[in-house]
């Protein structure tokens, strides 16, 4: 519609131009809102991707430590047959301990029963030697017991002696 106002031409053009401007400015504005847009949505698809990269990580790291669990439980369960193992062992032990103890309480009252004896052999094998100076008569007869005692003491010397032997030392 052409006019012959020049006022009315003078607002068209400057309605036009501003129409232009404000076109050039949204296209402008779109294209700028278009590389923020797109940047934006780059900046999304890199972090989805790290992301990703992360839990598939993580599902890697869990399924290793899954399997650990999985062989410690194992270990767990040798361990506690082990130790029951252990525990019956060391029952075993203390019985034979309480015995071979027992066993010792003996021996050490045998010894000490057996050196009695030989003390009292030894005072016995004193006073026939004592009555054999006395006694000219019979002196042949108490020889041969004061040997025999003699011979009968170092037998229960070297028992003594073998006893001790296996006594544990203290």
Wanted: proline share 1%; charged share 40%.
């Amino acid at each position: 519609m052409a006019t012959t106002d020049p006022i009315l031409n003078a607002l068209v053009r400057l309605e036009e131009r501003l129409d232009r401007r404000l076109a050039e400015r949204f296209e402008e504005w779109r294209r700028d809102f278009r590389l923020d847009l797109d940047g934006a949505f780059d900046a999304v698809h890199r972090r989805l991707d790290h992301l990703e990269q992360e839990y598939e990580m993580l599902k890697a790291g869990v399924a290793r430590i899954e399997a650990d669990v999985g062989t410690l439980k194992m270990d767990v369960g040798t361990l506690k047959a082990d130790v029951g193992t252990l525990k019956t062992d060391v029952g075993t032990l203390k019985t034979n301990v309480g015995t071979l103890q027992a066993d010792v309480s003996i021996l050490k009252a045998d010894v000490g029963t057996l050196k009695e004896d030989v003390a009292f052999l030894t005072r016995a094998v004193a006073r026939i030697e004592a009555r054999q100076e006395k006694d000219a008569s019979d002196r042949q007869d108490l020889r041969e017991q004061a040997l025999d005692f003699r011979r009968r003491l170092d037998d229960l010397e070297d028992r003594i002696q073998e006893i001790e032997k296996r006594l544990p030392r203290d």
